[in-house]
T-cell receptor
Framework: AQSVTQPDIHITVSEGASLELRCNYS??????LFWYVQSPGQGLQLLLK??????LVQGIKGFEAEFKRSQSSFNLRKPSVHWSDAAEYFC????????????FGTGTQLKVEL | DAGVIQSPRHEVTEMGQEVTLRCKPI?????LFWYRQTMMRGLELLIY????????DSGMPEDRFSAKMPNASFSTLKIQPSEPRDSAVYFC????????????FGPGTRLTVL
């Protein structure tokens, strides 16, 4: 079955600094990969997804992610973080081997210092 | 579109009581998902429906949990009897197609069982 690892539980960056959130997945075939963001007290909002094609995916709010098969990674990046980006970020993988379930990582809490 | 609607937003109940959580998916979406989010276990898929039919309920923790989808615009998740360990945030999500399409999440129901 597929799994997702987000090695960083908490990350703090200064406003205007660049950001990279790490995500590693385990799945035998080419996975479908997602990044969601959850603001306090809110549901999850999709930032971007990768199904196939160009390995650099653009999402909403200025985020992008790069799929690297050789590293089994799908890291999320943003060149300049805004205070409103403070939230929890979840990486998720969908794979047929897991019964078509969307499996989420444990999340990374992002704090933005002004 | 109003998005996925969940009610109630907050529920506080006593152990042993029946709890019913409600969800209205986005109109036109064919798939509906129930998730549970806790600090210890993160986001877990409990059950999902496709065209009102339960497809996979392997994530339902035990027989105290049941879910129904009597029509395309309404679903319930019921816990009877409730226990303190059921305290969590329960999310409903919907998508046009199961899993391969973007899942849109509701704001969640925060359940506290005393």
């Amino acid at each position: 079955a597929q799994s997702v690892t987000q090695p960083d539980i908490h990350i703090t960056v200064s406003e205007g600094a660049s950001l990279e959130l790490r995500c590693n997945y385990s799945y035998g075939a080419t996975p479908y990969l997602f990044w969601y963001v959850q603001s306090p007290g809110q549901g999850l909002q999709l930032l971007l997804k990768y199904f196939s094609g160009d390995t650099l995916v653009q999402g909403i709010k200025g985020f992008e992610a790069e799929f690297k098969r050789s590293q089994s990674s799908f890291n999320l990046r943003k060149p300049s973080v805004h205070w409103s980006d403070a939230a929890e970020y979840f990486c998720a993988v969908l794979g047929a081997g897991g019964g078509n379930k969307l499996t989420f990582g444990t999340g990374t809490q992002l704090k933005v210092e002004l | 579109d109003a998005g996925v609607i969940q009610s109630p937003r907050h529920e506080v109940t006593e152990m042993g009581q029946e709890v019913t959580l409600r969800c209205k998916p986005i109109s036109g979406h064919n798939s509906l998902f129930w998730y549970r989010q806790t600090m210890m276990r993160g986001l877990e898929l409990l059950i999902y429906f496709n065209n009102n039919v339960p497809i996979d309920d392997s994530g339902m923790p035990e027989d105290r949990f049941s879910a129904k989808m009597p029509n395309a615009s309404f679903s319930t998740l019921k816990i009877q009897p409730s226990e303190p360990r059921d305290s969590a945030v329960y999310f409903c999500a919907s998508s046009f197609q199961a899993h391969t399409d973007t899942q849109y999440f509701g704001p969640g129901t925060r359940l506290t069982v005393l």
